[in-house]
Each structure stands twice: as structure tokens, then as C-alpha cells.
């Protein structure tokens, strides 16, 4: 059974940090695309980041615009785990995280960043971040 679960949400104030992390589970995920989403209240489940691996040295990494140099996305094939470390939060990012995996995505930076690609998710974490 697959399973991922998020950790690391909470409180913080605008500028700080926090770093999510997504523990994956019931197969080796190396090879998988991993993302996160977010969804702010009223609002659709948004694309935040993600990323893939070529099984060889190669990362490849996808962000949206609104957190491009912001966040990274990190993965740990040891350790079945995927990385989200947020900085300069702004009340903006305030919303719930959630990982998501899928074996094989096609199609190109675009596809990445389609939550129907991903069969695979996690229950959420809430990032809340105050003024």
C-alpha cells in the first residue's frame, strides 16, 4: 500500500521559514516524480514544485513562478523522503501542503505541474503564516 505522509507545517511569521517533508512509503519511490501542491481556503489546488530523476546524477526540478527563489525541492532516495524548504514565507503561502507521486510523468515541464498527473497523495500539512 502507498502511503505518503507530510510533516513539518505550522505557524510563522512573514520572512521566516519552514521546511516540509513527505515520507514516502510501500515502494521505492526513487524513480518517481514527487510534488507539491497547495490549496489556500475557496481557492484550487495549486503547483508549487516538483521534481524528478533521471536514475543516474541528474535532478530535475520544476517550481511555480509565485515561489521560484524562494523554495527548493529536495529529494532523498535513501530515505524514500522529498524536501520542500520554504523561505521568505509572505501570508501568501499560507495554505495546506500536500506531497504527491506518480511513476511516470510525460510530456514535459508542463505535465509536472498538473495535479491529475500524480496518483499518488498525501493527507496535507497547514502552513500558516502571519503578517
Known amino acids: 500500500q502507498v502511503q505518503l505522509v507530510e510533516s513539518g507545517g505550522g505557524l510563522v511569521q512573514t520572512g521566516g521559514s519552514l521546511r516540509l517533508t513527505c515520507a514516502a512509503s510501500g515502494r521505492t519511490f526513487s524513480s518517481y516524480a514527487m510534488g507539491w501542491f497547495r490549496q489556500a481556503p475557496g481557492k484550487e489546488r495549486a503547483f508549487v514544485a516538483a521534481i524528478s530523476w533521471d536514475g543516474g546524477s541528474v535532478y530535475y526540478r520544476y517550481y511555480a513562478d509565485s515561489v521560484k527563489g524562494r523554495f527548493t525541492i529536495s529529494k532523498d532516495n535513501a530515505k524514500n523522503t522529498v524536501y520542500l524548504q520554504m523561505n521568505s514565507l509572505i501570508p501568501e503561502d499560507t495554505a495546506v501542503y500536500y506531497c504527491?507521486?506518480?511513476?511516470?510523468?510525460?510530456?514535459?515541464?508542463?505535465?509536472?505541474?498538473?495535479?491529475?498527473?500524480?496518483?499518488?497523495w498525501g493527507q496535507g500539512t497547514q502552513v500558516t503564516v502571519s503578517s
Open positions: 504527491a507521486a506518480d511513476q511516470a510523468i510525460y510530456g514535459g515541464s508542463s505535465s509536472y505541474k498538473r495535479a491529475a498527473e500524480y496518483d499518488y
